[in-house]
């Protein structure tokens, strides 16, 4: 599988110290040359500009050589828009890191897989790399938005699979 990211989950995840994760579910990301520029905007926070100047070895940075402007990813940031772009270049085995909803509509337009922050929290959360509960407290301490719906459900499904884990197994 090749993993694309957007800036957000990166940040997100850089911000609530669990950005190894990455490294631990998916061996390496590729980000294309816009996300590392919005990861080195004047108004990042901080621990993700600090982050994003020593980049680690599972990161790869790539070129786009083509960018969509369709009208429904001309509304997107260069980042997001680039992101897609290179899931496109790069196959259908991509999987792609975004968190913006309209770039998720997008992408699964153009039928890229795409998970965000929470899905990525998630799948470590399964392979015990991560306790979900302590990220999302994390998480709330940014200005990350989700719905309180969707949070609740993937608290709740979270408490069931350390549930379910705890059983004794026959």
């Known amino acids: 599988m090749i993993v694309i990211a957007d800036t957000s989950p ?40 600090d982050w994003s100047r020593e980049l680690p070895s599972w990161l790869k940075v790539k070129s786009v050589k ?8 001309a509304v997107l940031g260069s980042g997001e828009r680039a992101a897609i772009a290179l899931a496109l270049e790069l196959g259908e085995n991509a999987l792609l890191l975004m968190d913006e909803a309209k770039g998720r509509r997008a992408a699964k337009h153009r039928n890229i897989s795409v998970i965000g922050t929470l899905g990525v929290l998630d ?7 991560v306790d979900m509960a302590a990220a999302v407290k994390q998480l709330r301490q940014t200005n990350f938005h989700v719905a309180p719906r969707l949070l609740g459900r993937l608290l709740d499904q979270d408490i069931e699979r350390k549930r379910r884990q705890s059983l004794p197994k026959n």
């Open 10 to 49: 990166l940040n997100y995840l850089v911000l609530i110290g669990e950005i190894e994760i990455l490294s631990r579910l998916y061996q390496s990301v590729i980000i294309p040359e816009e996300v590392l520029k919005e990861l080195q905007s004047p108004a990042t926070p901080v621990s993700v500009l």
């Open 66 to 73: 083509t960018i969509d402007t369709e009208s429904d990813v």
């Open 123 to 129: 799948a470590a959360a399964e392979q015990g790399l």
